[in-house]
């Protein structure tokens, strides 16, 4: 069955400052993987997707992720935080299409002014 | 024009009573989900349906019910509501593809007292 790990509860970045939001995932075949964000009391919002092809994926609002299949890991990263990116980050990943879409716990981002 | 609605976005209710929440897509979507935030703000999977078709049902008690009248429409119906049964209800919707990222509705805030 699939997974998908988000290790930190909580990340603190400075503004102006290069952030990482970690994730991991286990898969059997290859994988489709995600990045959605949540404001509060708002729906999840996409922000960008791997599915093959070049190793580094750019999304919505300057935030990239980084495949790394031998890690099995999907990092999101941003060169230069916003205190606007300050929000719930999510990780997610899919065996097939069609599957089910599997959420990790969440990560909080605080970009602190 | 709100591509997934949810109505209502807030429901309060007692313990015993049965309510229902509904979702529309308006993106042509094949692929139709009900996803259940805790407070924790854990996502679980609940439903999904293709085509007006049941194709995922995860461990959820029996009083809870999808109905999809329609392949834009995916209701849930909840019977006898339980303490343990507020969260919030997202519905989603995807193209049933490889690249299918989910588009979420705004949640439904469900509050059993």
């Known amino acids: 069955a699939q997974s998908v790990a988000q290790p930190e509860d909580q990340v603190n970045v400075a503004e102006g400052n290069p952030l990482t939001v970690k994730c991991t995932y286990s898969?059997?075949?290859?994988?489709?993987l995600f990045w959605y964000v949540q404001y509060p009391n708002r729906g999840l919002q996409f922000l960008l997707k791997?599915?093959?092809?070049?190793?580094l994926v750019k999304g919505s609002y300057g935030f990239e992720a980084e495949f790394n299949k031998s890690q099995t890991s999907f990092h999101l990263k941003k060169p230069s935080a916003l205190v606007s990116d300050s929000a719930l980050y999510f990780c997610?990943?899919?065996?097939?299409?069609?599957?089910?879409?599997?959420f990790g716990k969440g990560t909080r981002l605080h970009i602190l002014p | 024009d709100t591509a997934v609605s949810q109505t209502p976005k807030y429901l309060v209710t007692q313990m015993g009573n049965d309510k229902s929440i509904k979702c529309e897509q308006n993106?042509?979507?094949?692929?139709m989900y009900w996803y259940k935030q805790d407070s924790k703000k854990f996502l679980k999977i609940m439903f999904s349906?293709?085509?007006?078709?049941?194709?995922i049902n995860e461990t959820v008690p029996n009083r809870f019910s999808p109905k999809s009248p329609d392949k834009a429409h995916l209701n849930l119906h909840i019977n006898s509501l339980e303490l343990g049964d507020s969260a919030v209800y997202f519905c989603?919707?995807?193209?049933?593809?490889?690249?299918?990222?989910?588009?979420f509705g705004p949640g439904t805030r469900l509050t059993v007292l």
């Open positions: 791997y599915i093959t092809g070049d190793n």
């Open positions: 993106l042509g979507h094949d692929t």
């Open positions: 989603a919707s995807s193209q049933d593809d490889l690249a299918g990222r989910l588009f």
């Open positions: 898969v059997s075949g290859n994988p489709y």
């Open positions: 997610a990943v899919r065996d097939r299409p069609g599957g089910k879409i599997i």
């Open positions: 349906y293709n085509n007006k078709e049941l194709i």
